[in-house]
Structures are given as C-alpha cells and as structure tokens.
T-cell receptor, first 112, second 114 residues
Framework: KQEVTQIPAALSVPEGENLVLNCSFT??????LQWFRQDPGKGLTSLLL?????REQTSGRLNASLDKSSGRSTLYIAASQPGDSATYLC???????????FGPGTRLSVLP | EPEVTQTPSHQVTQMGQEVILRCVPI?????FYWYRQILGQKVEFLVS????????KSEIFDDQFSVERPDGSNFTLKIRSTKLEDSAMYFC????????????FGEGSRLTVL
C-alpha cells in the first residue's frame, strides 16, 4: 500500500531564502508525482507534475526533482516571497491505480 | 484557463439529511474524481469515474455515497444520510489521462453536518 510522508511538517523562513521541501513514498512503481499548493480553506493548485521517466521539472522559481529508486522527491523554492506562504502537498498514484495518495503537507510561512 | 468548478462552496445540513455536491470538470477531461479532506487531516481519495462508471473507490466510499454524471458536463457526489463524521471539505478533480496524467482540482465544497 502506497504511503507518502513529507518533512518538515512546518517551516518558517525569512523572505528571500531558498528552501527545500521533501516528499517520500514507499512504493517506487509510480507513473508520476505531482506537487500541489493549498491556501487555507482553498482548493489544490497544481504546481508541477514529474513523469516517472523525468528526474526534474521546473516552473519559474520552483524546481522539483524525482528519485524513483529511493522513493523521494524534493521541491526547491528559490528566493522565497511572502506570497509563497501556503501548504505544499505531494501526491503519487496508488499502486498503478487511478487514484492519488497525498502526503500530509508542509506548511510554509515566508516572513517579510 | 479552464478550471474545475464546484458548488456549493459551503453547505450546512442536519445529520441524516441527503446532500448533493456538484462539480463541472474541465470540458475535454475524461477522468473524474472525488476526494475529501477532514479538517487538519490528509486529502483522501473517495472515488474515480470513467466512461460513465466507477472505476475505483476507497473504503470510505460506502453505500451512503454515490456519484453520477447526469448530463455530460456535471459530476455529482451524493451522500444519502449524512453523519457527523462526513463533515469535511470535498474536492472534485478531473484529468485527461489515467494514472500518468495531471490532476486538476476545484476549490472544494465545505460540508458541515450538525
């Protein structure tokens, strides 16, 4: 059964810092991994999708990497801004199924 | 940019009442999902729907739940007799591909059962 964990659970940094969020999953037989952003009381916004054949995906100040064999992904945020404050979730498909298993998220606060 | 829309944004109901949550997925998507998130907990899968039938469902999705795509655009989740523990944010999602494709989520419907 696929399980997803994320560390740290919460992170508070001053504006301008580069930071790394970590995601681990137990079953490496995945099609892809997706990172989402969730603002309080809101829906999930897709940030990046990495296919299993890719090692990295970039969008603006965000860079996500995937190491399938070790069951890990990282989300790198460069030059953080207060507007980046949110909860960041990673999700992977459950055992070749259609549904996604979510991690508990990392709650990020970027202080001005 | 196309988006998944959900209504209502918030519904308050009495225990035992029926609730229908509605979703309009992105128009050319083929796979549809419902997830839920109890306050402070993980996002959990409920059900996936493809080709007008349920393709997968979780243990949470018991006989009290049903889904329907009545008219080719709407995708609904019905809870027949709500319980206190059904209070959660319910998210609809859609995707163009199964498994390997990107998921797009709506803003959610917050259900409060009193």
């Amino acid at each position: 059964k696929q399980e997803v964990t994320q560390i740290p659970a919460a992170l508070s940094v001053p504006e301008g810092e580069n930071l790394v969020l970590n995601c681990s999953f137990t079953d490496s037989a995945i099609y892809n991994l997706q990172w989402f952003r969730q603002d309080p009381g809101k829906g999930l916004t897709s940030l990046l999708l990495i296919q299993s054949s890719q090692r990295e995906q970039t969008s603006g100040r965000l860079n996500a990497s995937l190491d399938k064999s070790s069951g890990r992904s990282t989300l790198y945020i460069a030059a953080s801004q207060p507007g980046d404050s949110a909860t960041y979730l990673c999700a992977v498909p459950a055992n070749y199924g259609q549904n996604f298993v979510f991690g508990p998220g990392t709650r990020l606060s970027v202080l001005p | 940019e196309p988006e998944v829309t959900q209504t209502p944004s918030h519904q308050v109901t009495q225990m035992g009442q029926e609730v229908i949550l509605r979703c309009v997925p992105i128009s050319n998507h083929l796979y549809f999902y419902w997830y839920r998130q109890i306050l402070g907990q993980k996002v959990e899968f409920l059900v996936s729907f493809y080709n007008n039938e349920i393709s997968e469902k979780s243990e949470i999705f018991d006989d009290q739940f049903s889904v329907e795509r009545p008219d080719g655009s709407n995708f609904t989740l019905k809870i027949r007799s709500t319980k206190l523990e059904d209070s959660a944010m319910y998210f609809c999602a859609s995707g163009l591909e199964s498994g390997s494709g990107e998921l797009f989520f709506g803003e959610g419907s917050r259900l409060t059962v009193l």
